[in-house]
């Protein structure tokens, strides 16, 4: 399968430029150079941005080149560490991932559209010149089913736009249901001279890694559970902390403990997407909540990193500060070293 060169090793900067107050002391004391250098002598060889439209346009849409120059700045630093960069759009006017946002309409407002593709030419032509060390995400976590449709359209229109601008920039494209791996097979299918890479995350299983996570209403934020489970016990405790709208679809028997291999059957599908499409895959996201016991993040980093290795896929954990899965937070510390050496 086609690899991701350059972005085989990541992770996250979120709440630095995305999911924050936008205040000028978040954007200066969140995240410094010496963090890029910091994530450079870990071994990794990327960084993925979040970005909310708020950083680059006022109400009214127009530009904010402080913003720019912000984002250039940091783009600046990763490359001074020998990092590569992703650029992810997190939220646009008119669509966010978190329904908390307020933010409708993306998807049938042709205005909202226009915006979208105007800010990414702007984008494309502001890093035009760091061709190599960049890539675009185009947008974060489409959530619902029936976007999937209008999300094949607006995401190909950019892409046709963006390719006016810069024809070698890779460009990263992820379906419905907040990136889901199912969602690939359902993406338009790109030509060689679009250069997409398909993108997902991943929370695997959802029980596990969100186990106690305030942010999902069904869950009992005083529940938590460990690294240690069969199939068996997953099953039930998806049905008891999420309810009927998760269900976990794997053939292994109950009595079975998870494992790799429970990884190897979930990317199963995409492998032979991307392979019969030519696209390289990359996980945008994937971690484990901080309520979780350090033991059983590192179990779990041991159990999916082998497989992300065995395909090639290329990968961005979430998060290196805050956001409830910091790897620089309190709670890594016991783990840090050897965690860091799984991503």
């Not at 909310?52 to 346009?57: A, G, P």
């Not at 995400?137 to 607006?154: F, M, P, S, Y």
């Not at 997902?200 to 690294?227: K, N």
């Not at 059957?265 to 030519?278: C, G, H, I, M």
Request: charged residues 30%.
């Amino acid at each position: 399968m086609k690899r991701f060169e350059g972005f085989q090793h990541g992770i996250d900067l979120g709440g630095w430029l995305s999911q924050c107050d936008h205040t000028q002391e978040t954007y200066e004391q969140y995240i410094k150079e010496e963090d890029f250098a910091r994530i450079a002598s870990w071994g990794l060889d990327h960084v993925r941005i979040p970005l909310d439209y708020e950083l680059f346009e006022d109400e009214q849409g127009n530009y904010r080149e402080e913003g720019f120059a912000l984002l250039l700045r940091a783009v600046g630093w990763a490359e001074n560490n020998g990092l590569n960069t992703v650029l992810d759009l997190h939220k646009t006017c008119g669509f966010s991932f978190d329904a908390e946002e307020n933010e409708e309409g993306f998807f049938t407002n042709k205005e909202y559209q226009e915006r979208f593709y105007r800010l990414w030419e702007k984008l494309a032509h502001t890093f035009a010149d760091h061709r190599g060390h960049i890539a675009f995400e185009l947008l974060n976590e489409v959530t619902r089913k029936e976007d999937g449709e209008a999300w094949n359209r607006i995401s190909k229109e950019c892409v046709v736009r963006l390719r006016r601008i810069v024809p070698d920039i890779p460009i990263l494209l992820g379906g419905y249901y907040n990136n889901s791996i199912d969602a690939l097979k359902d993406l338009w299918v790109p030509e060689e001279k679009d250069n997409v890479v398909y993108n997902f995350h991943c929370y695997e299983p959802l029980v596990f890694t969100h186990q106690g996570a305030y942010w999902i209403p069904s869950m009992d934020t005083t529940f938590r559970t460990s690294s240690r489970l069969t199939y068996g016990d997953i099953r039930r405790l998806t049905k008891e902390q999420l309810g009927d709208h998760f269900v976990e679809e794997t053939d292994f028997p109950d009595e079975e403990l998870l494992s790799s291999a429970y990884f190897d059957d979930l990317f199963k599908e995409a492998v032979s997407v991307a392979e019969e499409r030519n696209v390289a895959l990359y996980c945008g996201e994937y971690g484990v909540v901080d309520r979780a016991a350090p033991e059983d993040i590192l179990a779990w980093y041991k159990m999916i990193s082998p497989v992300f290795e065995k395909y090639g896929i290329g990968r961005a954990a979430w998060n290196y500060r805050g956001k409830d899965f910091g790897f620089v937070d309190e709670h890594m510390q016991p783990v840090l070293k050897e965690t860091v050496a799984l991503l």
